[in-house]
């Protein structure tokens, strides 16, 4: 009943592709010009999913069918992994063949926008009706790559909150986070928290490299008032505010040395589990594990600047594609309309141990129920309001996160300055982005 975690799920794939998508060329054969709501259609939509959540998913379909008995959905999972479904898509650009509708990471928005096959809905989502503004401002923004056509819906999101050890907390006589701390605050705690001789750590920090080592430092850059990109497209994170950043997470690493520094991306939250490490920042897959081990934990936003909580959200989304018929565009765009609508996504993202994708949903009956069985839920629901910049969605995103990757790494292991780490990290990062 967890929550896959879309964190880390960078598309490598996506500069792969990226020819592909070039070359696939405008729209296929032509369907029906005018819109004719009762006309029989078939809609092809590829969840992504398997087992529980492609069930579920299946009969969300059968229901909508009963509802418009003219609509007949073909749901399939769409290949045997959801990281296969970019390398099929183009295949389908290419051949003129492909889904009304597909389940896709956030990362891959701007390649599928490219790939001039996607749906712009702008207009529709202007209906009050849609509630689009009770989607948080990370997941609107993750469907509008390009800050102008709209070209899905959110399918899943998340956000990285403070989850806090207990047991470690109590040991050390430290009190617990509050809404209101600031980074300061929470170095300090991470300093007390420490104890060597019982190798127990105030903080943890990934040091891989991967994606997983980026996402984390985003909160720290826009805080302080920094940027991933600038206006035209280069790199902007080797900054002032930037290597501000870089130096509070170096200082708490290499003097006070209250961090613990994960090679694997995995072993903190086991760490944390068995009650060595107080504090870690991490979002509502960690719930379930937590849960499981009887850990005794609490859940905040995470710490801020001058009041500013922000935190980084890993949205995927529901892309809408055009196939040049009128009928099937309508007929798609009304089927992820009722799916995200708080009614549905109550009994299918909730239901599954996902955040709500509306604030609209969190008091209702059925998330509170969600909250009892994973606490701290509710707090991580709200935080999406938080949510407030998107990751790029480019395709030189995935070099740019390797790049200040391995930077953040090398700094918080001792090795070289923020300063002279990203600003080589920002060259290597925009050969990226102009590949």
């Known amino acids: 009943m967890t929550q896959r975690r879309t964190t880390v799920r960078i598309a490598t794939a996506v500069t792969a592709v990226g020819a592909l998508f070039a070359l696939a060329g405008c729209a296929g054969p032509q369907g029906a010009t005018e819109l004719d709501p009762e006309a029989d259609v078939t809609l092809t939509w590829w969840t992504g999913q398997s087992d529980e959540a492609e069930t579920l998913l299946e009969g969300m379909a059968a229901e909508f069918e009963e509802l418009h008995p003219n609509v007949t959905i073909d749901i ?15 295949a389908g650009f290419a051949g003129n063949s492909y889904p009304n509708i597909s389940y896709s990471f956030g990362a891959w928005a701007s390649e599928l926008e490219s790939s001039q096959r996607t749906l712009d809905i702008t207009d529709q989502v202007a209906d009050p009706e849609v509630g689009w503004d009770e989607f948080s401002e990370a997941a609107r923004a993750t469907v509008q790559p390009t800050g ?18 207990k047991t470690v907390f109590d040991a050390a006589g430290v009190d617990y986070p509050t809404e209101e701390w600031t980074w300061d605050d929470f170095r300090d705690a991470a300093k007390k928290l420490t104890d060597a001789s019982t190798e127990t750590y105030g903080y943890a920090y990934s040091v891989s490299g991967s994606e997983e080592t980026t996402w984390q430092f985003w909160p720290h850059l826009w805080q302080h008032g920094g940027d991933i990109l600038a206006d035209d497209g280069t790199a902007a994170f080797a900054s002032d505010e930037g290597v501000e950043a870089l130096e509070f997470l170096r200082q708490m690493a290499v ?22 490490i107080g504090m870690m920042t991490s979002g509502p897959w960690q719930l379930w594990d937590l849960g499981t081990a009887g850990t005794d934990y609490g859940v905040t936003i995470l710490p801020g600047i001058d009041g500013d909580h922000q935190t980084v959200s890993g949205p995927d989304i529901w892309a809408l594609f055009d196939t040049q018929d009128a009928n099937e565009n309508h007929w798609s765009f009304e089927l992820m309309k009722w799916l995200t609508a708080p009614e549905q996504d109550l009994r299918w993202n909730v239901a599954y141990g996902n955040l709500p994708l509306r604030t609209s949903e969190i008091d209702t009956p059925e998330f509170q129920e969600q909250v009892k069985a994973l606490p701290g839920l509710d707090v991580m629901a709200e935080n999406n309001a938080n949510a407030v910049n998107a990751r790029p969605t480019v395709a030189g995103y995935v070099g740019l996160s390797e790049a200040i990757g391995s930077a953040i790494s090398q700094v918080l292991q001792g090795q070289g300055t923020p300063e002279e780490a990203l600003k080589a990290a920002a060259e290597k990062a925009d050969r990226s982005l102009a590949d």
């Open 76 to 90: 399939s999972s769409g290949a045997s992994s959801t990281e296969e479904l970019l390398q099929k898509l183009s």
């Open 148 to 165: 102008e056509a709209i070209i899905g819906f959110p399918a899943l999101v998340d956000n990285i909150s403070l989850i806090y050890n």
């Open 255 to 276: 003097e006070d040395q209250s961090v613990y520094l994960d090679q694997t991306d995995t072993k903190f939250a086991q760490l944390f589990a068995a009650d060595r």
